[in-house]
């Protein structure tokens, strides 16, 4: 199977000063960016694939530490590359693949503290995952993924080669549902996410930790006088209450939420 095609993608962006107003520069890009995918199947539950991807992404925004804060880049058209495996045993599927996206890489020149997009960035990593139903009315989804992200271009090949900040090396999840067998109506959720540490500067100095999150939920659907379905929703995200930083570019970092309930209805008209 092979498949083809070419998209077109606009990106208009206007920045402001925040204390008058004024417009302090704004762009309109765009661009067609192509795709192509081929799968052929030796067998009929194994699937090997292969594609390549362009895409329009908008540009970086200068962080508060660089002397041009706040100045927005023009958008940049990344390239992406993946070629992988998909095997079918039936109740559960399997996937793995390896893949490779270049782009523009945005950074501090140490000798101005002026942030430019100046560089590239090069991830590389496999992914696995796991989906599928194990027994009736008992539902997994899981995958692990390994990226190395490198500083393939620097300005005067400083940093070059080191790990890109805010990139997250290794991540697994494993989410599972759980349809009771005495209250159908009734389905139990369960979602665990282990993150490695990951560089949060360009000299790779400075990492945050590693971090576990284990989310609890459950959904309720029964149905009105009229035969609408209404379905209730309540999620315990973070339930062990478990104290972490999110990397997020360039020495910036954000405390990850803490234990939050959440609950919401879903109705059918």
């Known amino acids: 199977q092979l498949t083809a095609g070419v998209r077109f993608q606009q990106i208009k962006q206007t920045n402001f000063n925040l204390t008058t107003g004024a417009v302090t520069g704004s762009y309109d890009e765009s661009a067609f960016t192509p795709m192509a995918g081929l799968v052929v199947k030796p067998w009929q539950q194994v699937s090997l694939y292969a594609n390549y991807i362009e895409g329009l992404q908008q540009g970086a925004t200068a962080p508060l530490t660089a002397a041009n804060a706040g100045e927005v880049f023009s958008p940049f058209v990344s390239k992406g590359y993946e070629a992988g495996v998909k095997v079918d045993f039936g109740r559960l599927a399997t996937t793995l693949a390896v893949f490779q996206i270049t782009q523009p890489s945005a950074f501090i020149n140490p000798a101005t503290n002026v942030f430019g997009v100046d560089g590239e960035q090069r991830n590389r990593g496999v992914e696995f995952s796991v989906f599928g139903e194990v027994m009736e009315g008992l539902r997994l989804l899981g995958g692990t993924s390994y990226i190395d992200a490198e500083l393939t271009k620097t300005q005067g090949g400083v940093n070059q080669g080191n790990t890109a900040p805010g990139a997250l090396p290794f991540q697994l ?24 540490s990951q560089y ?37 995200d973070n339930a062990l209450d478990t104290n972490a930083w999110a990397g997020s570019f360039l020495n910036q970092i954000m405390a990850r939420d803490p234990r939050t309930f959440l609950l919401s209805a879903t109705f059918d008209f």
Do not use: C, M
């Open 200 to 236: 949060i500067n360009l000299a790779n100095t400075q990492k945050i930790r590693d971090w576990t999150q284990w989310d609890l939920g459950a959904r309720y659907r029964f149905e009105r006088a009229n035969g609408k379905p209404i379905t209730i929703r309540a999620f315990l």
């Open 173 to 196: 999840i494993l989410y599972g549902e759980w349809d009771l067998p005495f209250l159908k109506a009734l389905t139990l959720t369960s979602r665990v996410t282990h993150a490695s």
